[in-house]
Nanobody, 125 residues
Framework: QVQLVESGGGLVQAGGSLRLSCAAS????????MGWFRQAPGKEREFVTS????????LHADSVKGRFTISRDNAKNTVYLQMNSLKPEDTAVYYC??????????????????WGQGTQVTVSS
């Protein structure tokens, strides 16, 4: 079992920045591919970004490329999502997730076994 707790969400104006954190506890953090997803009201959960176990390889959704950066600190059991140039359409609940069996970064929701409770990000225009 892995427990994931997100933090860092909030209200920000368009063009601003936020940094989300996801702290993991339980099993060895470095054994997991990590990902960030988001879900806006009335919409399905969508992939945002993912990072390999060693932090070298990443994958981003087209909608966030050049604006969002995922990183991890295996010594601190934490994955981060730096979000810059935020847009109103980035408004959603953001979830971090952990995948034990994935070979590398993956967009597939079903690959992730463990999920955090989510943190709200609201971008005003």
């Amino acid at each position: 079992q892995v427990q994931l707790v997100e933090s860092g969400g909030g209200l920000v104006q368009a063009g601003g920045s936020l940094r989300l954190s996801c702290a993991a506890s339980g099993r060895t953090f470095s054994n997991y591919v990590m990902g960030w997803f988001r879900q806006a009201p009335g919409k399905e959960r969508e992939f945002v970004t993912s990072i390999s176990r060693n932090g070298i390889n990443t994958l981003h959704a087209d909608s966030v490329k050049g604006r969002f950066t995922i990183s991890r600190d295996n010594a601190k059991n934490t994955v981060y999502l730096q979000m810059n140039s935020l847009k109103p359409e980035d408004t959603a609940v953001y979830y971090c997730a952990a995948a034990a069996a994935a070979i590398g970064p993956t967009v597939l929701v079903r690959a992730y076994e463990y999920w955090g409770q989510g943190t709200q990000v609201t971008v005003s225009s």
